[in-house]
């Protein structure tokens, strides 16, 4: 016999019961939206012809694979872009982004990250360190147009005016840091004030996170490349690895030349998973977004009940599917995560615990009891183990099972 859930706090259930009734007038715009983008890939996937045959894998160079190039032009079109790269070799989205900033960056070149500190995990990419762009002589460069409280757009172009980039590198999506994520209009104002400080400057969008949030892609709204991950938002919850590199086609094959080699560059490859993973779950991507942003919006309307600092706050326009939550202590970080852990389908067993990572600056806990290791779109949480102790709570394939695991961690940390 299945073992019930265990029965919420009965303090506990008036709360649910309010942001149950709150998310469900929430809920419909993130539907629309996710029925926009099916029609939208539904077309691409007709106009490029996908067969039975393109779903398959290869082996080798990967010469010829005809559903790897069926895939990337789905994928581009997608995506509002010429081109586009979409390999299993890209284990990451930190990885789409340093192979595409050691593309584009020569040594003297200017990197100017216009959304502030980036990712933890790209900064050893940026330096310094012996295998860092600074090594390669790259000078980098920093604004946050958020230091005032708003969004400084004449700040940024002066920026960029005085730091002559060659590339600038924008994020849209909240990292670590408790600034907004960056809303389709808000991110199109940010790259028209770059275009016209530096017209000649390549602008790279860290597009994690963020994929099918909104109607539009970075390269519809003036980005020259958009980078990001398969097993975040893209991949559908299916794709069992990979990333993409999407954006104007000359950029693309620098990147592809980087990836492989000169000379190489897209025309190799194999593609090794089934291309019918990869295919699928950019089919079922905006369905599996959808789904996404309404646990986030439940855990939003949740917490702030209880008394705790969410970011979006309940009823806000999202740019990305995290949820931020103050939580304001080790203990309580550790209570939370242990209790998504515990409402996991894969490790419920497991407790996760503060660690050393590869990449961050900081000891991280990650509950992630997911599929695909470290699938941010299934369900996970994770935190920095530092103060004032901001858990960030991302993805949920199905929203009974996001719901669920929304109120465990509630029952776990209480009210503030």
């Not at 960056?105 to 050893?124: C, H, N, Q, R």
Request: a negative charge; charged letters at 20%; glycine letters at 12%.
């Amino acid at each position: 016999m299945i073992p019930r859930e265990i029965a919420a706090p009965s303090g506990l259930a008036p709360v649910f019961a309010a942001s149950a009734l709150e998310l469900a007038s929430a809920g419909p715009g993130y539907d629309r939206t996710a029925e926009f983008l099916q029609r939208k890939l539904s077309g691409a996937f007709r106009h490029v012809g996908v067969t039975e045959a393109d779903l398959g894998e290869t082996t080798g160079y990967g010469y010829g694979d005809r559903g790897r190039r069926a895939l990337e032009e789905v994928f581009a079109l997608a995506f509002d872009a010429e081109a586009a790269l979409v390999r299993p070799h890209l284990v990451s989205g930190t990885q789409a982004l340093s192979v595409a900033l050691f593309a584009l960056l020569a040594p003297g070149d200017v990197l100017l990250s216009a959304t502030g500190p980036p990712y933890d995990t790209l900064k050893p990419v940026i330096g310094p360190g012996p295998l860092s762009l600074e090594a390669l002589g790259v000078r980098y460069r920093e604004f946050d147009p958020w230091a005032g409280g708003t969004l400084d757009l004449a700040g940024l172009a002066a920026a960029a005016r005085a730091g002559a980039p060659r590339v600038v590198l924008v994020q849209r999506s909240r990292g670590y840091s408790v600034r907004p994520a960056l809303l389709q209009a808000k991110l199109e104002a940010l790259l028209e004030a770059i275009r016209d400080a530096a017209p000649r400057a390549a602008v790279v969008v860290d597009n994690c996170y963020s994929e099918f949030v909104e109607d539009r892609e970075p390269a519809a709204l003036g980005a020259d490349l958009s980078c990001g991950s398969l097993i975040k938002n893209p991949g559908g919850g299916l794709a069992p690895t990979g990333g993409y590199v999407a954006g104007r086609a000359q950029l693309v094959d620098l990147v592809a030349g980087r990836l492989y080699a000169p000379g190489l560059g897209r025309e190799v490859g194999p593609s090794l998973v089934p291309i019918r993973l990869l295919l699928q779950g950019l089919y079922l991507a905006p369905a599996a977004v959808a789904a996404a942003l309404k646990v986030a919006e439940y855990a939003a309307s949740v917490f702030a009940r209880l008394g705790y600092e969410v970011l979006p706050q309940p009823g806000d326009e999202r740019g990305d599917i995290v949820q931020a939550i103050r939580l304001g202590s080790r203990r309580r970080v550790e209570s939370f995560c242990a209790a998504i852990q515990s409402m996991s389908p894969v490790d419920s067993r497991a407790t996760p615990e503060f660690a050393a990572l590869p990449g961050y600056q900081h000891q991280v806990i990650m509950a992630a009891g997911t599929f695909v290791q470290g699938a941010s779109l299934e369900l996970s949480a994770d935190a920095p183990d530092r103060e004032p102790y901001w858990v960030f709570l991302q993805g949920g394939l199905g929203l009974g099972y996001g719901m669920a695991a929304v109120e465990a961690a509630a029952a776990a940390v209480g009210p503030r």
